[in-house]
């Protein structure tokens, strides 16, 4: 069966630290990534999106990076926290049009 | 920019209660999808639909897809507390999946 990890679940970060999350899935191969943050209550804003190994598409500009090094592995990086960074970020997998999710990452920079 | 636009954004009703959201759009989708989130968790899908003008049924929840494959519904009958919580709609332009902006909805019992 096809299955996500996303780790880890909360951090707490100081401003100007760097950032690692990282997202692997399982059970499939070559699917479409996808790194989204949200804001409490609200929509997914999309950040990165990959359809494979090295291939990144970012939406927004921002303090934040994203890499392919696997086919089923995808991490979101930063060399410098904001405070603004805070919130609440999801990896998806898309095996064809439908997103299926890690359980997130509560980011809070202090 | 948002492309994917839900109303209301958030909604409280008494149990036993219908309700409907909305998903517009200005854009064009092969498909849509419905997902439910719970604090904390990643959206869970619920629904896609493909065809214009496709309805879908899951127990108390209907969803409608638009004529032209633009906008989309979702019909809750009889709502329960458990039916608590963050409704998105989604869908595909290329290999971007866009989320609309969200429905909060709390059932009290």
């Known amino acids: 069966s096809q299955t996500i990890h996303q780790w880890p679940a909360t951090l707490v970060q100081p401003v100007g630290s760097p950032l690692s999350l990282e997202c692997t899935v399982e059970?499939?191969?070559?699917?479409?990534l996808y790194w989204y943050r949200q804001a409490a209550g609200r929509g997914l804003q999309l950040l990165f999106y990959?359809?494979?190994?090295?291939?990144i598409s970012s939406e927004v500009p921002q303090n934040l990076s994203a890499s392919r090094p696997q086919d089923r592995q995808f991490i979101l990086s930063s060399k410098k926290l904001l405070l603004s960074d805070s919130g609440f970020y999801l990896c998806?997998?898309?095996?064809?049009?439908?997103?299926?999710f890690g359980q997130g990452t509560r980011l809070t920079v202090v | 920019t948002q492309l994917l636009e839900q109303s209301p954004q958030f909604l409280s009703i008494q149990e036993g209660e219908n309700l409907t959201v909305y998903c517009n759009s200005s854009?064009?989708?092969?498909?849509l999808q419905w997902y439910r989130q719970e604090p904390g968790e990643g959206p869970v899908l619920l629904v896609t639909?493909?065809?214009?003008?496709e309805v879908k049924k899951l127990k108390r929840l209907t969803f409608q897809f638009g004529d032209a494959r633009k906008d989309s519904s979702l019909h809750i009958t009889a709502a329960q507390p458990g039916d608590t919580g963050l409704y998105l709609c989604?869908?595909?332009?290329?290999?971007?999946?866009?989320f609309g902006t969200g429905t909060l909805l709390a059932v009290q019992p």
């Open positions: 998806a997998f898309s095996p064809n049009t439908e997103a299926f």
């Open positions: 854009s064009v989708f092969s498909s």
């Open positions: 989604a869908g595909a332009l290329g290999n971007k999946l866009i």
């Open positions: 639909v493909v065809t214009g003008g």
């Open positions: 059970g499939t191969s070559n699917p479409n």
């Open positions: 990959s359809v494979g190994i090295g291939q």
